[in-house]
Nanobody
Framework: QVHLVESGGGLVQAGGSLTLSCVVS????????MAWHRQAPEKQRELVGV????????DYVDSVKGRFSISRDDKKNTIYLSMNTLTPADTGIYYC????????WGQGTQVTVSS
């Protein structure tokens, strides 16, 4: 069973930064890929960014390009989402996802950006 646990969310002012972490219960090199998603209040969950291997540049949704960055530490079985220049539109619950032949989700961590 694969478990993902996010942390690092919180309240931040617009223009600020946060870094989220996602710790995985298995060796992340055995997963085909990992991603961050978010869900704003009363909106559908959306993909934020994807990372598939240490040698491939992560891909991001247009709204976060240049502001968000996904990285990974394979020794710690952890991926990170570094978020800069945050706006209230970035408010939501951020979820970590991993997959091999199945999809795995974390429980989410709340990010609130105040104006």
């Amino acid at each position: 069973q694969v478990h993902l646990v996010e942390s690092g969310g919180g309240l931040v002012q617009a223009g600020g930064s946060l870094t989220l972490s996602c710790v995985v219960s298995v060796n992340i090199t055995n997963l085909y890929g990992m991603a961050w998603h978010r869900q704003a209040p009363e909106k559908q969950r959306e993909l934020v960014g994807v990372i598939t291997s240490p040698t491939i540049t992560p891909d991001y949704v247009d709204s976060v390009k240049g502001r968000f960055s996904i990285s990974r530490d394979d020794k710690k079985n952890t991926i990170y989402l570094s978020m800069n220049t945050l706006t209230p539109a970035d408010t939501g619950i951020y979820y970590c996802q991993g997959w091999d032949t199945q999809l795995y989700w974390g429980q989410g961590t709340q990010v609130t950006v105040s104006s």
